[in-house]
């Protein structure tokens, strides 16, 4: 089984929403039984809340689902996940940083890297401040990216 964890920061928006995106299209392939997901922030501030209400509608209006309560990344989440996918620049390098200069920076991506239309070092953008239309363009992005990334693990 592959195991990948999606990360942001508070882990109420941008990874529940790609979490939720990956877990769709893995059931949609048929592939429940070798891909597990699931999602962290690198920071505490929403600890065991639910995700953005507004994160949940705009997937729920897709068919999707993203649920579960917000935790944070520890380090030894990198023995449980084989992928450790960030939603930008800064928490890659916040993981980086709890990494150290083990063999778990190997495991470190950002999302968007497998986005084959998206530019080098791509992030998904924070829609927490902004409006309904930052959670659609969230899910577009994660949709792109999640394709790229299931492709790459059916490879």
Do not use: Q
């Amino acid at each position: 089984m592959t195991r990948v964890c999606f990360v942001c920061l508070g882990n109420i928006c941008r990874s529940p929403t790609a979490e939720g995106v990956m877990r769709h299209l893995v059931e949609a392939a048929g592939l429940g039984d070798e891909i597990a997901v699931d999602s962290a922030g690198t920071g505490a501030w929403h600890v065991g809340e639910p995700p953005d209400p507004r994160a949940v509608a705009a997937a729920a209006r897709r068919g999707i689902r993203v649920e579960g309560r917000a935790r944070r990344f520890e380090p030894g989440d990198f023995t449980r996940f084989d992928l450790v996918l960030a939603m930008d620049r800064s928490n890659r390098a916040a993981l980086m940083r709890l990494a150290g200069d083990g063999p778990e920076l190997r495991k470190i991506a950002l999302l968007r890297d497998f986005d084959p239309d998206a530019p080098f070092d791509a992030e998904v953008p924070d829609p927490y401040y902004g409006g309904p239309d930052g959670f659609e363009a969230v899910l577009d992005i994660c949709e792109a990216a999640c394709r790229g990334l299931l492709e790459h693990l059916r490879r």
